[in-house]
């Protein structure tokens, strides 16, 4: 049997009772690094857990991996993950996949001089977009940047500042109580269906994504993705995916199972 690779654990943040980062070494080789947007598995070690898909939330060249997690009190995984301080050591593996990754969109589509790529999320759905965001590759090919992100609550909605000080453009919005400063309130797929979303991002006349400007990547839970996925597929968008490019792409092997 092959030797299960085990990192060790060098930063814990708890964000909330249900939401927490956690940062491990890199010491594993990988045959072939990640690409923005890709996940691994991960597990506690000895095999106490089964291991679980999770998004890698750093860049393919840092020493380093970063993840976001819930916390689910009964969870196979996740109900000892939460737990996990400086010095723990998990398993982690060596191999990431995913579809929801740059290659997967067709910029040689658009005929417009300022693109835009966004990415919607709602909770834990932020994880890959840190990745891209964070990448340098993301702004070679648009214009703007752009990370809308749904949660229940407001200190949910993390990271924000380093977002835009890597050039992205933020929207945040909270279904569940009173949006602090700067935050929306309601579900995003409501927002795109009025417009609202994007009158509140300022981009004056404009009620509707546009097929010749936008690229869309989307991760949530799965009836979130569902949804978005039908209003897109409605209007003609094509789903892009390993085998060939399209107007939006999602990750349909990733199954929250924690």
């Given amino acids: 049997m092959k030797p299960r690779n085990l990192e060790t654990v060098l930063e814990v943040k708890h964000f909330t009772e249900d939401l927490f980062w956690f940062k491990t070494t890199r010491n594993g080789e990988w045959k072939k690094n990640f690409r923005p947007g890709e996940f691994n598995m991960i597990g506690m070690p000895g095999g106490e ?49 995913g579809t929801l990754v740059l290659p997967n969109l067709d910029v040689y589509e658009l005929k417009h001089p300022k693109p835009r790529l966004w990415c919607i999320s709602t909770g834990t759905g932020l994880a890959p977009f840190l990745s891209i965001a964070r990448h340098e590759e993301a702004y070679k090919y648009y214009d703007q940047v752009i990370v809308t992100h749904t949660c229940r609550r407001n200190d949910e909605l993390v990271f924000r500042s380093e977002l835009e000080s890597n050039k992205a453009v933020v929207w945040q919005s909270v279904t569940r109580e009173e949006p602090r400063e700067g935050v929306s309130t309601g579900r995003v797929t409501d927002k795109i269906r009025s417009g609202d979303l994007f009158s509140e991002l300022h981009y004056e006349g404009e009620l509707d994504f546009n097929i010749e400007r936008d690229r869309i990547m989307i991760c949530g839970g799965p009836s979130f993705n569902i949804e978005i996925r039908d209003m897109l597929e409605a209007k003609g968008w094509i789903h892009g995916t390993n085998r060939a490019p399209g107007h939006y792409c999602q990750e349909r092997a990733f199954v929250e199972s924690l």
């Avoid at 998004?55 to 380093?64: V, Y």
């Avoid at 995984?77 to 050591?89: A, M, R, W």
């Fill in 49 to 97: 857990s089964p291991l679980r898909a999770y998004s890698i939330c750093s860049l393919p060249e840092d020493n380093f991996l970063e993840f976001l997690s819930i916390k689910v009190p009964d969870g196979p995984l996740t109900s000892k993950l939460q737990h996990i301080k400086v010095g723990d050591e998990l398993e982690v593996t060596t191999r990431a996949v």
